[in-house]
Protein backbone atom coordinates (compact mmCIF):
# COMPACT_ATOMS: atom_id res chain seq x y z
CA UNK A 1 0.00 0.00 0.00
CA UNK A 2 2.89 2.50 0.61
CA UNK A 3 4.30 1.89 -2.89
CA UNK A 4 1.24 2.24 -5.04
CA UNK A 5 -0.39 4.97 -2.53
CA UNK A 6 2.71 7.19 -2.75
CA UNK A 7 2.63 6.43 -6.51
CA UNK A 8 -1.03 6.99 -7.01
CA UNK A 9 -0.53 10.12 -4.46
CA UNK A 10 2.42 11.91 -6.58
CA UNK A 11 0.69 11.06 -10.19
CA UNK A 12 -2.87 11.26 -9.71
CA UNK A 13 -3.44 13.18 -6.77
CA UNK A 14 -5.47 10.46 -4.95
CA UNK A 15 -4.70 10.88 -1.40
CA UNK A 16 -6.88 7.65 -0.51
CA UNK A 17 -4.55 4.90 -0.50
CA UNK A 18 -2.29 6.63 1.29
CA UNK A 19 -4.96 7.79 4.12
CA UNK A 20 -6.04 4.22 4.48
CA UNK A 21 -2.31 2.90 5.23
CA UNK A 22 -2.06 5.73 7.74
CA UNK A 23 -5.15 4.63 9.74
CA UNK A 24 -4.02 0.80 9.71
CA UNK A 25 -0.48 1.86 10.75
CA UNK A 26 -2.10 3.49 13.30
CA UNK A 27 -4.07 0.79 15.00
CA UNK A 28 -1.23 -1.42 14.64
CA UNK A 29 0.95 1.41 16.50
CA UNK A 30 -1.52 1.25 19.53
CA UNK A 31 -0.94 -2.64 19.56
CA UNK A 32 2.19 -2.33 19.42
CA UNK A 33 3.20 0.41 21.54
CA UNK A 34 1.27 -1.86 24.49
CA UNK A 35 3.57 -4.51 23.60
CA UNK A 36 6.26 -3.11 23.39
CA UNK A 37 6.40 0.40 24.68
CA UNK A 38 6.64 3.94 23.26
CA UNK A 39 9.63 3.17 21.18
CA UNK A 40 7.26 2.21 18.46
CA UNK A 41 5.98 6.06 18.00
CA UNK A 42 10.22 6.63 16.52
CA UNK A 43 8.85 3.89 13.58
CA UNK A 44 6.50 6.79 12.13
CA UNK A 45 9.70 9.00 11.53
CA UNK A 46 11.00 5.98 9.29
CA UNK A 47 7.43 5.26 7.70
CA UNK A 48 7.23 9.31 7.11
CA UNK A 49 10.66 9.25 5.43
CA UNK A 50 10.25 6.34 2.88
CA UNK A 51 6.25 7.00 1.78
CA UNK A 52 7.66 10.93 1.58
CA UNK A 53 10.76 10.28 -0.87
CA UNK A 54 8.18 7.59 -2.68
CA UNK A 55 6.07 10.38 -3.37
CA UNK A 56 8.00 13.09 -4.07
CA UNK A 57 10.00 10.52 -6.47
CA UNK A 58 6.11 10.30 -7.99
CA UNK A 59 5.88 13.44 -8.20
CA UNK A 60 9.09 13.91 -10.28
CA UNK A 61 8.32 11.16 -12.96
CA UNK A 62 4.52 11.59 -13.25
CA UNK A 63 5.31 12.96 -16.79
CA UNK A 64 6.91 9.51 -17.85
CA UNK A 65 4.36 7.71 -16.28
CA UNK A 66 1.84 6.20 -18.25
CA UNK A 67 -1.81 5.25 -17.66
CA UNK A 68 -0.50 1.27 -18.40
CA UNK A 69 2.68 1.74 -16.14
CA UNK A 70 0.20 2.37 -13.22
CA UNK A 71 -2.26 0.32 -13.85
CA UNK A 72 0.30 -2.49 -13.86
CA UNK A 73 1.68 -1.59 -10.75
CA UNK A 74 -1.73 -0.83 -9.21
CA UNK A 75 -1.95 -4.52 -9.89
CA UNK A 76 1.04 -5.68 -8.68
CA UNK A 77 0.33 -4.08 -5.53
CA UNK A 78 -3.19 -5.07 -5.46
CA UNK A 79 -1.72 -8.84 -5.76
CA UNK A 80 0.49 -8.47 -2.74
CA UNK A 81 -2.11 -6.88 -0.49
CA UNK A 82 -4.24 -10.27 -1.42
CA UNK A 83 -0.98 -12.39 -0.22
CA UNK A 84 -1.17 -10.06 3.04
CA UNK A 85 -5.04 -11.32 3.61
CA UNK A 86 -4.13 -15.10 2.85
CA UNK A 87 -1.46 -14.40 5.86
CA UNK A 88 -3.10 -12.97 8.36
CA UNK A 89 -6.10 -14.92 7.87
CA UNK A 90 -4.19 -17.82 7.93
CA UNK A 91 -4.75 -19.92 5.01
CA UNK A 92 -1.47 -20.07 4.07
CA UNK A 93 1.88 -19.23 4.83
CA UNK A 94 3.08 -16.90 2.15
CA UNK A 95 6.38 -15.37 1.92
CA UNK A 96 4.73 -12.11 0.70
CA UNK A 97 8.32 -10.14 0.66
CA UNK A 98 9.66 -12.71 -2.03
CA UNK A 99 6.90 -11.39 -4.41
CA UNK A 100 8.06 -7.70 -3.42
CA UNK A 101 10.07 -7.70 -6.89
CA UNK A 102 6.79 -8.33 -9.03
CA UNK A 103 6.02 -4.13 -8.77
CA UNK A 104 9.47 -3.39 -10.40
CA UNK A 105 9.28 -6.53 -13.05
CA UNK A 106 5.76 -5.28 -14.48
CA UNK A 107 7.14 -1.40 -14.43
CA UNK A 108 10.25 -2.54 -16.03
CA UNK A 109 7.94 -4.86 -18.50
CA UNK A 110 5.86 -1.89 -19.55
CA UNK A 111 8.95 0.53 -20.41
CA UNK A 112 10.33 -2.46 -22.57
CA UNK A 113 6.82 -2.75 -24.36
CA UNK A 114 8.05 -0.26 -26.96
CA UNK A 115 11.36 -1.83 -27.87
CA UNK A 116 9.84 -5.22 -28.07
CA UNK A 117 7.64 -4.05 -30.25
CA UNK A 118 9.81 -2.66 -32.48
CA UNK A 119 12.24 -5.86 -32.60
CA UNK A 120 9.11 -8.19 -34.09
CA UNK A 121 8.08 -4.98 -35.79
CA UNK A 122 4.13 -5.59 -34.05
Known sequence: MAIVGSFKAGIEGDYSIIFLK???????AIGFAA???VGTAFSALAIFVYQGALTL???FIHQYVSDSLLAE?????????VLIGINLMGLKKIKTANYLPAVIFSALFVLCEPFVRGLFGL
Open 57 to 59: LAI
Open 35 to 37: AMG
Open 73 to 81: ITGSGGALI
Open 22 to 28: SVLDGFI
